[in-house]
């Protein structure tokens, strides 16, 4: 990381009475900075708002470049989650629970 730059974030976060968050771009110049390094700068949450959807747009286009070439999933099976897996990701269980005692 630039020194310049640290020395900036340390400067705000030092000023500002109050937790700072950090937007980090996945690809910009300060998205190799480590959490350890983040905090030792003052701040208290870092998000990474494109991290997801590159991710995501990564393995679609892979998965459906072999779907395009091998006509089925056969290639992406073991890099894909089970349908048990996805619901328990999505946190399915607690929603359909919120949705019992919640009802219209």
Same mark, same amino acid.
């Given at each position: %990381? #630039?020194?310049?730059?640290?020395?900036?974030?340390?400067?705000? &976060?030092?000023?500002?009475? =109050?937790?700072?968050?950090?937007?980090?771009? &996945?690809? +910009?110049?300060?998205?190799?900075? #480590?959490?350890? $390094?983040?905090?030792?700068?003052?701040?208290?949450? =870092?998000? /990474?708002?494109?991290?997801?959807?590159?991710?995501?747009?990564?393995a %679609?286009?892979?998965?459906?470049? #072999?779907?395009?070439?091998?006509?089925? &999933? +056969?290639? %992406?099976?073991?890099? %894909?989650?089970?349908?048990a897996?996805?619901? &328990? /990701?999505?946190?399915?269980?607690?929603?359909?629970?919120?949705?019992?005692?919640? $009802?219209?």
């Amino acid at each position: %990381m #630039h020194c310049r730059r640290a020395h900036e974030i340390r400067d705000v &976060t030092e000023k500002v009475e =109050a937790p700072c968050m950090f937007n980090l771009d &996945t690809g +910009g110049p300060l998205a190799g900075l #480590h959490s350890d $390094q983040l905090h030792k700068l003052g701040i208290a949450l =870092a998000i /990474y708002p494109s991290l997801i959807r590159n991710a995501l747009g990564f393995a %679609m286009r892979e998965a459906l470049g #072999h779907l395009r070439e091998d006509g089925h &999933t +056969g290639a %992406m099976r073991s890099r %894909m989650l089970s349908a048990a897996e996805y619901n &328990t /990701y999505l946190g399915l269980a607690e929603v359909e629970e919120w949705e019992r005692r919640f $009802q219209a």
